[in-house]
């Protein structure tokens, strides 16, 4: 129950990230004829946890619980400014465009739920990288600043990417789980968002020529980049 409610809070989380980044969405894709709704949960991600990460980096707040809600707020704020003036417009899009908002937001819903479950039944974290990418995860999560600290040679710095695991640290940190949970959690949401971003990638380009959006031809695109290519193995 606590895995389930865990889960719950990761969408509950990126939902709220999603939406806090619409506006920011709106204006760096201001041209897509979807307004960057299908990448506004990555933008949202991405930006809370790059504020995150400069703000650990230079000393402005401490990676953490706090440092995470700094994150997010700077976000809002980037929106704010960003939806200035334009909060009718983007009210009246909305209302117009349910449909898509309706079934991107059913997408990811149910790409994120297949995959958590997909992990639920095989939750090992063996094999290839996942040992060192957990490491990393943890890493992140106990370091108080930035560069995380690297967790087979102490004193130093991970001398590795690790942005990625510092997005994933940011969703744990908001919803309290631990490393463990959300290594599996964060595999879930990757899933999802690669679902919906080739989705509203399909839109987009189907919709450039008159501005119609087209969501039915537009599902093939997640089938068979994030379904299909993985037939391969039977």
Aim: net charge positive.
């Amino acid at each position: 129950d606590s895995v389930i409610g865990l889960a719950i809070g990761w969408w509950l989380a990126s939902t709220l990230l999603a939406c806090l980044a619409f506006p920011l969405a709106g204006r760096v894709f201001t041209r897509l004829p979807d307004r960057g709704l299908g990448l506004a949960r990555a933008l949202g991600i991405l930006a809370s946890g790059y504020a995150l990460w400069l703000g650990a980096s230079i000393g402005l707040w401490r990676n953490g619980l706090g440092g995470s809600v700094a994150g997010v707020v700077v976000l809002a704020a980037l929106s704010v400014w960003a939806g200035k003036g334009h909060w009718r417009e983007i009210a009246s899009w909305v209302r117009d465009e349910w449909k898509l908002l309706a079934a991107g937001e059913g997408l990811f819903l149910l790409a994120f739920v297949v995959w958590a479950i997909i992990r639920a039944s095989n939750p090992d974290i063996v094999g290839t990288e996942k040992p060192m990418e957990l490491a990393f995860l943890n890493s992140v999560l106990r370091s108080p600043t930035f560069p995380p600290a690297d967790p087979w040679l102490s004193g130093y710095a991970i001398s590795y990417y690790h942005f990625g695991y510092i997005l994933l640290a940011h969703l744990a940190q908001l919803t309290g789980t631990p490393g463990s949970i959300a290594f599996n959690l964060g595999n879930a949401l990757w899933f999802a968002l690669a679902f919906t971003g080739c989705f509203s990638v399909l839109v987009n380009l189907l919709s450039a020529r008159d501005g119609r959006l087209r969501l039915f031809p537009a599902f093939l695109g997640p089938v068979f980049v994030v379904i299909a290519g993985n037939l391969e193995g039977f």
